[in-house]
């Protein structure tokens, strides 16, 4: 008996630890966060940078959401970045998807090579893409244009890596018996694969959504016209048009900040699924 309740002890004082170390480890992540909730919400008569930091506004006012809202086209920087997720995210899962399977269910001729070079892509610093593919969107003329930001976002490495690492847990006999059904490749894929990997596909969704949404560099290098520019660049163009105001920068994120929440949350349950499942496949 009483060996039983020190090793029912052990367990919960392990399982306690761990929380405290969890619970440590999100307050390290989401204090910025706080802080800058917090910010956007504070008086002017506040100080941000007081020591210790005060998270508390006193009073919250909500006159930095209204500048930053009407201080630069807001309503229409957000426009185009909802336009460019309703075009780049389901484009850029159905690529990806598409291009995994080849290379996770079929036998031919330099598979394992395609991959590896795929795979190669992930370890190049992003920088150092910039220039040569800049080179090829101004080849094609498609430089100042939406058609110039979404052509090289549609397929990635690590996509295609997930992708093939859900396909490769799914048990072989399933595609072979709807095979003898008569389903053609295309049919196999779409009909029998591609539902079983739902997990995974909505993992990618939530990284290619946030992916899209916080873009800098690249709409920054390839689009002029302000009227094109993503929410990322209204966020600089806002930081410009206040430098000093961190209150209304900070209203400007959260406000920016809330989409990509929202998105979140109603992908939550199957973001972590898929990518158990893609680990251990």
């Known amino acids: 008996m009483m060996n039983r309740?020190?090793?029912?002890?052990?367990?919960v004082s392990k399982l306690a630890l761990l929380y405290l170390l969890l619970i440590g480890v999100?307050?390290?992540?989401?204090?910025?966060?706080?802080?800058?909730?917090?910010t956007a919400f504070k008086s002017n008569s506040q100080d941000v940078f007081s020591f210790p930091p005060?998270?508390?506004?006193?009073?919250?006012?909500?006159?930095?959401?209204?500048?930053?809202?009407t201080a630069?086209?807001?309503?229409?920087?957000?426009?185009?970045?909802?336009?460019?997720?309703?075009?780049?995210?389901?484009?850029h899962i159905f690529l990806t998807a598409l291009t995994a399977y080849p290379l996770a269910r079929m036998n031919f001729p330099g598979r394992n090579f395609i991959f590896y070079a795929i795979i190669a892509t992930m370890f190049l610093p992003e920088e150092g893409k910039l220039v040569p593919l800049y080179i090829i969107v101004e080849k094609l003329g498609l430089v100042d244009s939406w058609w110039g930001l979404i052509l090289p976002g549609l397929v990635g490495g690590f996509s295609i890596f997930l992708m093939r690492q859900s396909?490769?847990?799914?048990?072989?006999?399933?595609?072979?018996?709807?095979?003898?059904d008569g389903c053609g490749p295309f049919r196999v894929w779409w009909s029998i694969i591609l539902p079983l990997t739902r997990p995974t596909l909505a993992a990618l969704s939530v990284f290619a959504f946030i992916s899209?949404?916080?873009?800098?560099?690249?709409?920054?290098?390839?689009?002029?016209?302000?009227?094109?520019?993503?929410?990322s660049l209204g966020l600089a163009y806002l930081s410009g048009t206040f430098g000093t105001d961190v209150k209304t920068m900070a209203a400007g994120v959260v406000i920016s900040l809330v989409p990509v929440i929202i998105?979140?949350?109603?992908?939550?349950?199957?973001?972590?699924?898929?990518?158990?499942?893609?680990?251990?496949?």
Request: with cysteine.
């Open 26 to 38: 999100a307050c390290i992540f989401i204090g910025p966060f706080l802080w800058l909730l917090s």
């Open 263 to 281: 998105f979140y949350i109603a992908m939550q349950r199957h973001f972590v699924s898929g990518l158990q499942g893609s680990i251990k496949g």
């Open 167 to 180: 396909y490769l847990a799914i048990p072989k006999e399933i595609e072979e018996a709807a095979i003898i």
């Open 212 to 231: 899209v949404w916080n873009s800098f560099m690249w709409p920054l290098i390839i689009l002029k016209d302000d009227s094109l520019f993503p929410i």
């Open 72 to 91: 630069i086209p807001f309503p229409r920087y957000l426009l185009n970045s909802f336009l460019l997720i309703i075009i780049m995210v389901p484009a």
């Open 54 to 69: 005060s998270f508390i506004p006193k009073p919250a006012v909500f006159d930095h959401f209204i500048e930053a809202w």
């Open 5 to 11: 309740q020190k090793t029912n002890w052990k367990k």
